[in-house]
């Protein structure tokens, strides 16, 4: 009673005569072009089955821990993408990649992929000659073509390896720019350091983050009535506009920077050079600004320092409102900074959350799920799964710290819910995969990589962070506050029950779910 | 192909006139090299393979790229190790559909990432023993892997890490076969000196010091033996020409990058033909086989039922009549599915206007599948890397006042198409949201925009649908509120 | 390499040694409890596969298409459930069936499990002596207790069949059940004549949405800027949210009647017995806005008139606006009925949502769909299809007219995608399934019903419509307006590639979509 | 069971009061009938099983509900056809998660919704001809069909049509089984009668008129033969139950309503004991066993592990000492099961008051399931269509002071829940988000919540999890806004 296999997506508004022939013809096996595997060839393991299952084994999976010289499939980028999107989210902003030709492109490419919206940015396209006479005639010419070209109100510099190694000196090249008259003495442009072999993307868009705010600052004797609102790595467009609804709902006065709601997130119809990003002057000004709440605890460590330490203002550097009990932490911390109250506004969202969340959490109760990220993404995502009674078995970072595991796993202990679950800072997927061999979860929830170990497991997926490159619109669905909240349960839950309707046997194939 | 005129030659040059007018002086001087407006007899050229002006917003990838991304990454049995920090592995990660069987972490291993993860202490130590110890550990997590392919990123190079010897010396301890690429990112201007070592490495490391024999015992050569080469099998691309060299009897013998066997192109070299598909990325290694070992090549071209049809009869000249007989029976066999495909495609594509900027060949061979097959007409086309002998090979394909545009960068390319208002633009992803932005149709061309095979006859319908499906999409038409219609005309 | 089928969902958080025990053990087969299944005795049929063959067959599907006495799997229900939609639409109201014993609580069933929300109807509950005597008795004690008990400020009447077939008047009722004092002489009380065996709920809402505008209409001499927004019959909170944001925007004045966007999305915290609805001084004032639009022109045919010939108001009554176009002619109607200008706010979610549709369209382009649900929705779902470039291939409403099928099929055929695409006005689930087995489509598109055919045909399904009783707060993800239209390209796109990575063979499955 | 307080009766009694103060007149004195509060000597009596005051908001369905939802349409292999308008038949169109084997479409018709479809002229001019060749077109759709259940709806009944007439006359015709149902919801006061109908039906259609051997030629009745009636199998629940059954030596020779295989129940008449889990809607056809070929029934509760142990136990004294030597060697196989269960559970739930409102049987065996094995205390507890037996039945297993509630009125049952504060809810699916807004956990339990099975040993388990994960939960600590809960305590 089976029926035939259809490639479904791929079928064809064409004649008939035509559509009859297969088009995923090429399905034809290697051996019928002729070919030999040569892992059939007569010395070589004699059965793919058995090494197949060897790399399930517990002694696989030891050497597998233990590895210390090679990663396979760790899941994070490098520093200068995070500058990226740092840049990315400020009014005007040219962003500008310092290093080896190649470099930008690869930027663009992620970002590009995961949103589907173009990504400008320019580079100094070093070459060999840079190696020896180093990059101070690329940034000098650089800087004079993208100003010249592109017309931007600021221009954002961050390194790739290259002129790390070479070692740069980006302040000094930068002036001798401007005393070269590449561009105005008076245009503002902001840099910072981005090594690929130091940290990960996020410590790089902490690093640009603070560059922005530290080098376009202009101090004034007064203090504002408004706050800072800085959000950590967020490869979402949503959750910026989430954030900002709760804000505008609570009557407060705030500036969000860096903010890529619009960067990645703008009408068809024209192309925009520079299509969204925090205003500079508010840019300038959150300096005098009364206080700073920084969303993303995790991500904006140097950040935080300049804020606390040297424009001493008052700072909440809390984690991702992703869950109930962080998004409450969100609201009380601002209404606690601003003295604005709380309005019944949010008291109707924030129930309307805790509805979806009891009405569907007898599918999350106990089920086990793999949380693989950014630390800041997966440690919300894992509160969340805690209030849901979920169990985030696996919590890995490849590019969390020995403190975010630390802190990761205090957070899992502090649920009756947490209790078997553990946080794994440093790990890769080949890793994560052993772990799973002896010990399979119910649901895997993160970016579009694992989908080779969905699919290997036969687990659904729940995409969360970056990159998702496989699927539509994603970003457009905040994860964050409450409405972030109801998006978690929509997405996870119907996920579980797709996946159950799918493996669950006839007679347990309920129209009530 | 006869003389005829896409655009106004006049009207071309002003474009390149004003657009190049943004720029400062020296910059202008040099992207002025870079444009020109076509005649078919190469009057005017491009300079091409050079450096991009810095700060320009270029679309081009590194060296690293060419080599990892397009060719060494994709073969089969050996583990690609991205050496160096983590981002060039992670961005390269499964990003170009370059199809291959076998099964993943047992004996295929193209859409894995490996690094060694380069850290501070890697970049100021040295990472040689890291690069030795990564060998040990790969090898024990992959029994079956042939071997490892190393593909150093900029600080290897920069900080003087020595790959080659490493390799020796794994190769020696491990019985497995180890080939180390310095490829770095700031070697070369382009992608392109990429292709160029990974096909000198597979040469010498591969071609030259292995025999068939050893591998396959029972091994003859024979009379129909041929090397497929520079097909990067999107989308299952080169399977589809693999069952048409199949079928006219051919056997492939070796081939890169389509689901490449590694271990079967130390046959490369007793070969009767080398047919290579993008020259530009694999020519260096046919011209080697030619030179050591007399074994002649071809530049084919599987995209476009005209191209192909050409390409089999020229190939068949390589052989006999049987061959040539078979590739007759071929073309009888399928011309009435092409004229289907084209009589149902052509009319809804006849005469759109179409602009290009790929890679290393499609910037011409797909130019040409699209005017002589579905009679569209290209009206600006360029290359991110090619060199001198590509433009050669395109300034004839293409009809007079037609653009082109070498390395071009994003602010001209932007003013380019706001001045021609294409109907179709194909290029890469960095480029397809600008454009869709301004509501125009846009494919890309270098992954086939998630579809394919676009090679060979059954390509070719895909190839025609999905030009119809981009031109002709539907929601195209909604681009601008109704409201607005009356005003902005 | 397979890996054992787990039923994920229903992993455990028990301790070890008791979660060893497989939960599902009653998959043990019947033979093994010594059952004998019937049609394996002797004389009976030999082979379920070649019946089950046969029910594939075209023999099979002329006889499936020429039933004319039974329906098998309609998709429909009866009118008092639409009339219980309306009555929960308006501010205090009490739905009240007038029926036989059980008629209430199905309605109740099918809402408060769609929704996942309280429902409260009260009824007549009238039994055998009714038949006898007539339902006076029981609408008498029925309208005292109910209000006395639940102190609403209307109450809604509607029948079920038992009234009519016994031809209880109800307005005769009601004005007895005044004068014998069970409720005062001026509370407002509308009523509406719904029987199940005309049309089917949507007949019935519009109905109740007549009678609730008719009874409680206080005419005055002076028309006022405003305009009434009528929905057609629609299981959806957030369309509802979607549609007043785009009035807003627009700073249009208007009267959104009924609305139960609140009724079936409240907070959590405190059970409100009338959370939601247009308030009533609203609904009595209806009459004497400057015009009505109605968005659902299959739902509303009884109130069309109403305003048309009655009110004489200017009326513009038009398809659901689901998909880009609709919604323009929705946006464009409001604007030129109220003379307010279309703001650039509103071009702004329009280019963001044609942004949304050229990413994905190529997934869309020449995928055959079936389309099932009520009229009005399959018509703008299918219009949205073909905006996409997709084939709504068979388009199903079993409680669809004759007139629909025309108008459904006119639309179809005006678009060069509607090529070979039909609509099937009063076609049940089971025609449909011998229509997929001559052409098998790439995707169903739906109520949860469908799942029976979604597994049969191992076919993605996306759940549209009413009743959607298997998956998570799909309710409050609109498919109308500019936010409906991505929600609709996430939704199907999305299932799409779910669907084509799960059949997909190992070497086409890619990290690009 | 021990004498002990579960609420004051004092305070229980002017809860009541309270209550029944919001009513008009006739209304209040109506319910007041139907309220008690509980002396487990049975002296505070509630009526039962009389018509729903109109008005009030009542749960109860009504008696097609009961016959065709909750009984006939489970039947495998009889095509379940809603004879009427359209509506009934939708709304109770698989909402019940009764299980069956079989083939959907083919063997197994309990997912669908068959209607007959009727419509104005049908009520004017009646349906009979229609039903008659409904049943024709629905044996030509489906050949396998054992035959089809005619459930008659409103209409039917209001205008006068014989379905028992087209009954007989398409039995002759077909060959088939047609039973016809006269189970209009206007009759009755609630599911209650249909169930009685749909037994007698069974009973005189279908046990009286056949043979065993008509179907079955092999067929002896055997000394351990028992037939298991009762079980809806939500969920599963009934299968468990036959499995144990078969572990202690039993023969289930006929079963309804779990998975219930129509061509084994003539065998129900050579049974050596019925056994009866739902008393109130299946005990009419044990009695008729009973009264007529003099077989014994037995009334068991298999939810819950003291209860199920005990109920095996009754069972085996029905027999020989080989049965009661596997139910203790059953018995001693799961205790330690069972004690894992509850030290695992029973410290979570011990002590939390629970309030329930069910159908005809789970108000008195959840209540004892949950009291006994997990330590729950249930202060409160009714039934939505049981008769005065079932009431009986229920006082003494509950405490003193616990209310008992008939045909609870949506008004009554907030203002007790406001009063009481349980710490859970066990009742319908209309009553669920009601009292999950206030912040109460809940179970359906009628639907077991999508969940189940509860039945016996392993459903034990299940049974247990799912009362700790709606107490324990852990959204439900949340339901407060943090900003609030100074102001509101």
């Known amino acids: ?96 990649c310092h290093g080896s030709q190649g470099c930008a492109s690869y930027f663009r490419f992620e970002f590009t992929r995961h949103f589907r919206e173009p990504v400008m940015e320019a580079a100094s396209s070093m070459t060999e000659d840079a190696a020896v006479f180093g990059g101070l005639s690329n940034i000098v010419e650089g800087l004079q073509n993208a100003y010249t070209l592109y017309k931007p109100k600021h221009i954002a510099v961050f390194t790739s390896c290259m002129a790390e190694v070479i070692g740069d000196d980006l302040k000094a090249f930068i002036n001798r720019a401007k005393q070269k008259g590449s561009i105005p003495e008076d245009f503002p442009i902001t840099y910072a350091n981005t ?15 603070r560059a922005i705010l530290e080098q376009l600052a202009e101090p004034k004797e007064e203090k504002t009535e408004k706050i800072n609102v800085i959000p950590g790595f967020d490869p979402y467009t949503a959750n910026i506009k989430e954030v900002k609804k709760l804000l505008n709902t609570m009557g407060v006065d705030y500036t969000f920077v860096p903010d890529w709601s619009r960067t990645f997130d703008y009408p068809l119809g024209k192309f925009e050079m520079y299509p969204g990003g925090t205003p500079l002057e508010e840019v300038k000004n959150a300096v005098n600004n009364k206080g700073s709440v ?13 804020i606390k330490n040297k424009w001493k203002q008052p700072l909440q550097a809390m984690e991702m409102p992703i869950g109930v009990e962080f998004t409450d932490k969100f609201i009380m911390t601002v209404s606690e900074m601003t003295g604005k109250e709380i309005p019944p506004e949010i008291e109707e969202m924030r129930g309307i959350a805790l509805d979806a969340m009891t009405d569907a959490y007898q599918r999350f109760h106990g089920v086990k799920a793999a949380v693989v990220g950014d630390p800041d993404i997966v440690y919300g995502v894992s509160k969340f799964l805690l209030e849901m009674g979920a169990k985030p078995y696996y919590v890995v970072s490849t590019n969390g710290t020995k403190k975010w595991q630390k802190e ?8 009756e819910f947490g209790k078997g679950c553990k946080a794994y800072a440093g790990m890769d997927l080949w890793q994560l995969r052993s772990l799973m061999y002896e010990e399979k979860p119910d649901i895997l929830i993160g970016p579009c990589d694992l989908k080779y170990y969905a699919r290997e497991f036969d687990l659904p997926l729940v995409r969360i962070g970056l990159p998702i490159m496989d699927r539509f619109n994603l970003h457009r669905y905040p994860i964050m506050g409450y409405e972030g909240v109801i998006n978690l349960v929509t997405f996870i839950g119907n996920a579980l029950l797709d996946h159950f309707d799918r493996i669950c046997p006839e007679v347990n194939f309920d129209k009530l779910r | 192909m006869e003389k005829r005129q896409v655009l106004d030659p006049t009207f071309a040059a002003k474009l390149i006139e004003d657009t190049l007018s943004a720029y400062p002086e020296k910059a202008r001087k040099e992207r002025a090299k870079h444009l020109a407006v076509n005649d078919p007899s ?162 010498d490391w591969i071609v030259e010091r292995y025999e068939p024999k050893d591998l396959d015992p029972d091994w003859e050569p024979g009379p129909y033996d041929v090397v497929y080469i520079g097909d990067y099998n999107i989308g299952g691309d080169g399977w589809e020409v693999l069952k048409i060299f199949k079928a006219i009897g051919l056997r492939v013998v070796a081939r890169f990058p389509t689901d490449p066997n590694v ?60 061959i040539k007989e078979n590739v007759e029976k071929f073309i009888e066999k399928w011309t009435p599915f092409v004229e289907k495909v084209k009589a149902e495609y052509r009319p809804r594509l006849e005469g759109k206007k179409v602009m290009l900027y790929v890679g290393g060949l499609r910037p011409r061979h797909v130019a040409e599948a699209l005017e002589k097959d579905l009679g569209m007409v290209v009206i600006g086309t360029g290359y991110e890397f090619a060199h001198d002998d590509d433009y050669e090979k395109t300034y004839p394909k293409l009809g007079e006042g037609a653009l082109i545009y070498d390395d071009v960068t994003q602010y001209e390319l932007d003013r380019f198409v706001e001045a021609l208002k294409p109907d179709l633009i194909g290029s890469g992803v960095k480029e397809k949201y600008v454009f869709q932005k301004m509501g125009i149709p846009f494919r890309q061309m270098h992954s086939w925009d998630y579809s394919g095979p676009y090679h060979g006859i059954l390509g070719f319908l895909r190839l025609a649908r999905d030009m119809d499906m981009a031109v002709n999409g539907a929601p195209w038409k909604y681009v601008k509120a ?7 005309v």
Chains 1, 3 share one sequence.
Not at chain 2, 90 to 102: D, F, K, M, Q, V
Not at chain 2, 266 to 295: D, N, W
Not at chain 2, 482 to 488: D, V
Request: hydrophobic share 35%.
């Open chain 1, 294 to 306: 920084i969303i993303g605890k995790f991500s904006l460590k140097k950040t935080a320092k300049l």
């Open chain 2, 263 to 322: 271990w079967d192109w130390p046959k490369a070299k007793y070969a009767k033909l080398t047919i290579v598909h993008c020259a530009r990325s694999t020519q260096y290694f046919a011209k080697s086989m030619e030179k050591k070992y007399g074994i002649p090549y071809y530049e084919s071209n599987f995209i476009g039922a005209t191209d192909t049809f050409e390409s089999l009869r020229d190939i068949a000249n390589f052989f006999d009549d049987k």
């Open chain 2, 482 to 488: 109704p409201w607005k219609k009356e005003m902005e």
């Open chain 1, 195 to 209: 090594p690929s072999f130091v940290g990960s993307h996020v410590e790089g868009y902490d690093s640009m983050v």
């Open chain 1, 1 to 96: 009673m089976a029926e035939k296999k259809r490639n479904g997506i791929d079928s064809y508004s064409v004649p008939e005569e035509i559509s009859i022939y297969d088009m995923w013809s090429y399905n034809t096996t290697m051996e019928e072009l002729g070919d030999k595997p040569w892992w059939e060839l007569p010395e070589r393991f004699s059965s793919l089955e058995e090494v197949w299952e060897y790399t399930k084994s517990k002694e696989y999976k030891e050497k597998n821990l233990s590895r210390e010289a090679i990663k396979i499939d760790p899941e994070m980028a490098c520093q200068p993408l995070g500058a990226l999107l740092a840049a990315l989210g400020i009014e005007g902003t040219l962003p500008y």
């Open chain 1, 408 to 415: 990761m796993q205090a957070l899992l202990d502090s649920s």
């Open chain 2, 42 to 203: 190469g009057k005017n050229k491009v300079i091409s393979n050079v450096k991009c002006r810095p700060g320009v917003i270029s679309s081009r990838g590194c060296t690293y790229a060419g080599c990892k991304g397009v060719l060494v990454g994709q073969i089969k049995g050996m583990i690609p190790i991205s050496h160096g920090p983590v981002g060039c592995g992670h961005y390269s990660w499964s990003t170009r559909r370059n199809y291959a069987t076998g099964k993943r972490g047992l004996n295929n291993f193209v859409t894995f990432h490996f690094t060694t993860f380069y850290q501070e202490r890697d970049v100021v130590y040295g990472g040689d023993k890291k690069l030795d110890k990564a060998l040990d550990e790969l090898f024990e997590m992959f029994p079956l892997a042939q071997g490892a392919s190393v593909l150093s990123e900029c600080p290897v190079g920069l900080i003087g890490d020595d790959i080659g010897s490493v390799a020796r010396k794994k190769e020696k301890e491990t019985g497995k076969w180890i080939v180390p690429y310095n490829c770095e990112g700031f070697r070369g201007v382009s992608q392109s000196l990429g292709h160029h070592i990974a096909n000198d490495m597979w040469r």
